[in-house]
């Protein structure tokens, strides 16, 4: 062997071993400009990329061939390499959502060592994901596939940044988007993406999929659909890079309804009519309406927080007036309570931690909240007012809301969830994954809020009792976290100009209430029907997303359009639900329905709200509560903070004050409750009580069949069947002189019973 051939074998040897070593970077041994933006020379067609798979040597892109192969196979996932430090050392963006930092780590971090031009096989990267050197995660890329034969073209051309004219992604499109499927068959989802230079590729290989319940359908890595054995609908989810589409599957019924079934049921308003037409297309039957109890039960507990009265549950049930139902609804939305029952629901959603804020502060936001109600502020004033509050906590409640929430990503995340049903909080620290917004949305978004200026202590937890003034300051703003850029205030979408506005939040409320921004109405509007109805059309009701369909879009829509009509009028719309037909459907299914969880073809039951509850528990024993800070006699809805204790109320739900707002309440049932109704000293002293209920009726001249009456009337809001008659005054006639010991075990068993703590 010469030794000018020795001499070529040995210097190829040192430069790969150099290589692999990291000694010399890739771009160097590549000879490519170490500038992040380095581009390839056009082909002949004057563009350096091809939306075609079909050769190896055509120009590859990193963020159009390489980041989706990434994404594809869980690289840059949460739980792998997208994670917020990474993977042993590795730290991609989660899916893809900054591709220069993503260029970044597979090129020039670690000395380059994870990627080898002149061995694009033996590469750190393709080692890896192979499974042909150790990997945690296993292997993701077959070798010899598409995806290992992609990533070893795009090393050898020498890992470019950018190819010249690289068009943008610019949409991904399903080919479907509606499915009708029968149980247990299967169907394709065929997902295309589209670019700015007019090309489109097929990406059904490389796309993530997601179905927001697997046991209606369920979806595998290719887009190969599987319905479940039984009817149901879900949504699935088709995520190319940071583009996002959705498919809407429906598994019918397989036994038809009779043709003119849904033309026979009587319709009250538009309501009925939407509600029907879906649940025509999944062929199942709505069951039969509640009785007259059941709905004025319904009615009382959800529109006034409280349980009927013996004397107006009589007044309702024999009354012979063919529009009592709506005489009922008016009189409901009249009454004081119905102030304190939905003031204490947007407490919830604003009540700030009162270790922080300070408890003068609280009260006077409660009372501005309430106040709101009481004069039946439309909605869209209500939010006005508080988007651009400002004053002192002392004398303007809220401006509160700026004392808690104390810098601009803080209010941002509040607002958006509030007022348009957006969860912004994963946008702020990359692309949301599970919608278009994006980093840049969330911060300009926040800008709105970068004046807010106070004067004052500040705050001073646990105690914070000064007063603070939120004014607008002449200055402030807000930066973009990873590229610095002092960002304008923008909304998330359309226009909401600042122009010459000292306030920059009364462009944003503005925009925020235009008839045009279709979510403020929505999910308002959602919320309301959520608790009367028992789930939202949207669920939960503030995350508002494609990738989190209504479950009927059209009655959104309609709902939505009638509450801009009433000028954002709440009674108006409560009204209008609860005198449909399918609000007084009774919550005993059929043989069709069973498993309706969605569309609304029965009523659907649920526990009563803590407050309602307690003050449930007051009436119906005639005893009333007492609470810390409160004057005598006050109800559980006029708690004003959750700093005034009450075992009942935070066994049966109410949020913890240390949590951040939106509070979302527990209101699933469990053990402690029952054990708590059980087993509750304060409930049983209520009950046997000297001035209670049970206590009266014992002395009273009442017989023990009117003595029975009254008890079901309040506990129940219905007179005793014959059987519960017969029965309970078996009891009270064989009692004797312990007859008020008998009212007071039938009380404590019907409190315990679940068609007392049930609303049906």
């Not at 990329?49 to 159009?64: H, N, Q, R, T």
């Amino acid at each position: 062997m010469s030794d000018r051939l020795l001499t070529r074998l040995s210097f190829a040897f040192v430069i790969s071993v150099a290589m692999l070593s990291g000694w010399m970077c890739p771009q160097n041994a590549m000879a490519v400009d170490p500038d992040p933006v380095d581009s390839v020379a056009a082909d002949s067609s004057g563009s350096g990329w091809s939306g075609s798979d079909s050769a190896v040597d055509v120009p590859v892109s990193f963020e159009l061939d390489i980041q989706p192969i990434l994404a594809a196979h869980g690289c840059n996932a949460g739980a792998c390499h997208g994670k917020q430090r990474g993977q042993n050392g590795f730290q991609l963006s989660l899916l893809g959502f900054d591709s220069d930092f993503d260029y970044n780590a597979l090129v020039h971090q670690s000395r380059g060592r994870r990627l080898s031009v002149l061995a694009p096989e033996s590469s750190l990267l393709i080692q890896k994901a192979t499974a042909e050197l150790p990997h945690g995660g296993g292997r993701k890329i077959e070798p010899h596939s598409k995806s290992f034969t992609k990533l070893a073209s795009w090393i050898r051309q020498g890992a470019p940044r950018r190819l010249n004219d690289e068009p943008r992604l610019e949409s991904v499109k399903l080919a479907e988007t509606e499915f009708s499927l029968s149980p247990s068959a299967e169907a394709q989802l065929s997902v295309t993406a589209h670019y700015s230079d007019g090309t489109e590729r097929e990406v059904t290989e490389l796309t993530g999929y997601l179905s927001n319940d697997a046991t209606v359908v369920a979806v595998d890595e290719q887009g190969r659909l599987k319905a479940g054995p039984i009817p149901g609908e879900t949504a699935v989810m088709a995520r190319y890079m940071n583009v996002i589409c959705v498919a809407n599957v429906s598994i019918p019924r397989t036994e038809k309804l009779p043709s003119d079934f849904y033309a026979q049921q009587p319709r009250r308003n538009f309501v009925d009519a939407l509600v029907y037409e879906k649940l025509a297309q999944i062929q199942v039957q709505v069951s039969q309406p509640a009785p007259e109890h059941v709905f004025m039960r319904r009615a009382y507990t959800d529109i006034i927080g409280r349980l009927p009265s013996p004397e107006e549950a009589r007044q309702f049930l024999d009354s012979d007036a063919a529009d009592k139902k709506a005489q009922l609804i008016d009189r409901l939305l009249q009454q004081p309570e119905y102030v304190d029952h939905w003031a204490n629901q947007w407490a919830d959603l604003l009540r700030p931690n009162p270790y922080r804020v300070g408890i003068k502060a609280v009260l006077n936001y409660d009372n501005w909240i309430r106040q709101q109600f009481r004069d039946n502020v439309s909605y869209d004033e209500f939010a006005r007012r508080l988007i651009t509050a400002k004053g002192s906590t002392w004398h303007n409640g809220a401006a509160t809301l700026y004392r808690d929430r104390r810098s601009p990503d803080e209010i941002a995340t509040l607002m958006s969830q509030l007022f348009l049903g957006v969860r912004l909080e994963c946008a702020k620290c990359h692309h949301h994954p599970f919608e278009k917004w994006s980093q840049h949305d969330f911060y300009s978004f926040a800008a709105y809020f970068g004046k807010i200026g106070r004067k004052g202590t500040g705050l001073s937890p646990p105690i914070s009792g000064s007063e603070e003034i939120m004014f607008v300051s002449n200055k402030g703003e807000v930066r973009h976290p990873v590229t610095d850029e002092v960002l304008a205030p923008q909304p998330l979408f359309g226009s909401a100009e600042v122009a010459d506005r000292t306030d920059p939040r009364e462009a944003l409320a503005e925009w925020m209430t235009s008839p045009d921004n279709e979510y403020f109405a929505q999910v308002q509007v959602n919320r309301v029907w959520a608790q009367l109805m028992g789930r939202g059309i949207v669920d939960p009701v503030d995350d508002l997303r494609s990738t989190n369909p209504p479950s009927n879009a059209k009655l959104l829509g309609e709902l939505a359009k009638h509450f801009q009509e009433t000028h954002y009028d709440q009674k108006a719309l409560i009204k209008t639900i609860a005198l449909s037909q399918v609000y007084g459907l009774s919550s005993v299914p059929n043989e069709t329905n069973q498993g309706d969880r969605l569309n609304y073809s029965r009523h659907y039951r649920h526990r009563l709200r803590a407050e309602v509850l307690l003050d449930s528990v007051a009436l119906v024993t005639e005893t009333a509560d007492s609470f810390s800070a409160l004057a005598p006699g006050s109800r559980a809805n006029q708690v004003w903070t959750h700093r005034i204790d009450s075992v009942f109320l935070d066994t049966f739900g109410r949020p913890d004050e240390n949590k951040d707002p939106p509070c979302e309440r527990v209101s699933d049932s469990s053990v402690t409750q029952t054990l708590h109704l059980m087993n509750s000293r304060q409930l049983d002293n209520r009950v046997r009580s000297d001035a209670g209920r049970a206590a009266r009726l014992a002395k009273s001249d009442k017989t023990s069949a009117e003595v029975v009456q009254e008890l079901y009337l309040a506990m129940f809001s219905r007179r005793p069947t014959a059987e519960e008659n017969v029965y309970a005054e078996q009891l009270l006639n064989a009692a004797g002189d312990n007859r008020r010991a008998v009212i007071e075990d039938l009380m404590w068993a019907m409190i315990n019973s679940p068609e007392f703590i049930i609303q049906n």
